[in-house]
């Protein structure tokens, strides 16, 4: 008899589990006034929404002072395999790059608005421009580059994209 008490409280927890991640798609107002006490397990992994907000970093290069190419985003989510998974060798990559992201738009943040330029002596600026001037494979002196990190909705290629720091143009070295 317990076996089967059991069984039920798991299923019905199970079932409410599943259902509950599919609230965007359902009006579940009435499952939850049932969890006034939050029983019912809330999956959302290091984010309100998780893998739909990302950052971006793009960038382009200005030839000859004259004419600018178009944007081109640094490929940060190397995720291509289905292996990958398993064995990622990316992943530090990826992490370290979106650290960069992260940790450079709260100093430009903590910067007072009349010494914004100075984050051009950040680490994290110098990381990212490093990064991007690595990739680059540009081989006139006359080259200048500036990026921007884009945040982004969504992993479609539609997606809703806003740009949160737009960099100063560098020469490539």
């Not at 000859?64 to 990316?90: G, R, V």
Request: proline letters at 2%; hydrophobic letters at 40%.
């Amino acid at each position: 008899m317990i076996d089967y008490i059991t069984i039920t409280i798991l299923s019905a927890f199970t079932v409410l589990s599943i259902v509950f991640q599919l609230r965007n798609k359902f009006n579940l107002k009435k499952i939850w006034k049932l969890d006034k006490y939050g029983i019912i397990p809330n999956y959302s992994f290091f984010a309100p929404l998780p893998l739909t907000n990302d950052f971006r970093i793009i960038y382009r290069l200005t030839i000859n002072d004259m004419s600018k190419n178009d944007f081109e985003e640094l490929d940060i989510y190397q995720y291509k395999n289905w292996y990958q998974c398993l064995f990622n060798p990316f992943k530090y990559y990826n992490k370290g790059l979106i650290d960069l992201c992260v940790a450079l738009l709260k100093e430009y943040k903590n910067l007072e608005q009349d010494s914004k330029k100075f984050i051009q002596v950040s680490s994290n600026y110098i990381g990212i421009l490093n990064i991007i001037s690595d990739s680059i494979k540009s081989q006139n002196i006359d080259d200048e580059v500036e990026f921007s990190i884009v945040a982004t909705q969504d992993r479609s290629e539609d997606r809703k994209a806003s740009v949160v720091f737009r960099s100063f143009k560098h020469k490539i070295i």
